[in-house]
């Protein structure tokens, strides 16, 4: 799936802007599944212009360049439904942090106690973040009326964060102590020494 797609699915809540149609993958709905920037954002919508499934007005601002509104037409609807259709590709897991950890021994103890309680704390942040979200942080929505496919996917979102959340507090000193014991000065390149 390609934000083109995510684009036209946005647009179904309402007309919007890309800064609008960004705050959806920032800290809106799609947060915790989907990360797509201004940089992805503003060719795939040029592209959606260019194929007729978006139309785009602009609004004047004062002392500022004219705002960019985009809004769906019957064949991006048709797109979208088109694009929904198909079985999804599997998901795919992209994580700095696991990266770090798979690599610990060669990161300083305190350097490595950081990241994991960063890590940590995002991954609380994220709950309280799922917690609150309301059907009034979509266009058109009511808060606390969130519609059932929204409404399982952050359920779903919350039980991602809360059951990783927990193995992260409950195996930290198991992990610093495993990765601790298997330093070695001769191995580590952390302490000064290496192969």
Do not use: W
């Not at 993958?25 to 795939?44: L, R, V």
């Not at 592209?47 to 602009?58: H, P, Q, W, Y």
């Not at 059907?135 to 059932?148: E, K, Y």
């Amino acid at each position: 799936m390609d934000v083109k797609t995510l684009c036209l699915g946005i647009l179904t809540f309402g007309d919007a802007t890309g800064y609008e149609i960004r705050g959806y993958f920032e800290d809106g709905p799609f947060s915790h599944f989907f990360q797509a920037g201004f940089g992805s954002i503003y060719p795939a919508l040029n592209k959606a212009l260019g194929e007729g499934l978006v139309t785009c007005r602009a609004e004047s601002q004062d002392g500022r360049p004219d705002k960019k509104i985009y809004a769906l037409t019957p064949s991006g609807r048709e797109h979208l439904t088109d694009d929904l259709s198909h079985v999804p590709a599997d998901d795919k897991i992209r994580s700095e942090f696991l990266v770090t950890l798979f690599f610990a021994p060669y990161v300083s103890p305190q350097h490595l106690e950081d990241v994991y309680d960063l890590y940590l704390a995002d991954f609380e942040r994220n709950i309280e973040k799922m917690k609150n979200l309301t059907g009034g942080d979509i266009p058109g929505g009511v808060s606390g009326d969130i519609p059932a496919g929204q409404a399982f996917v952050r359920e779903f979102g919350m039980h991602f964060y809360q059951s990783i959340g927990e193995f992260l507090r409950d195996n930290r000193a198991r992990f610093i102590a495993g990765v601790e014991a298997g330093r070695s000065p001769k191995a580590d390149p952390v302490q000064g020494g290496g192969a």
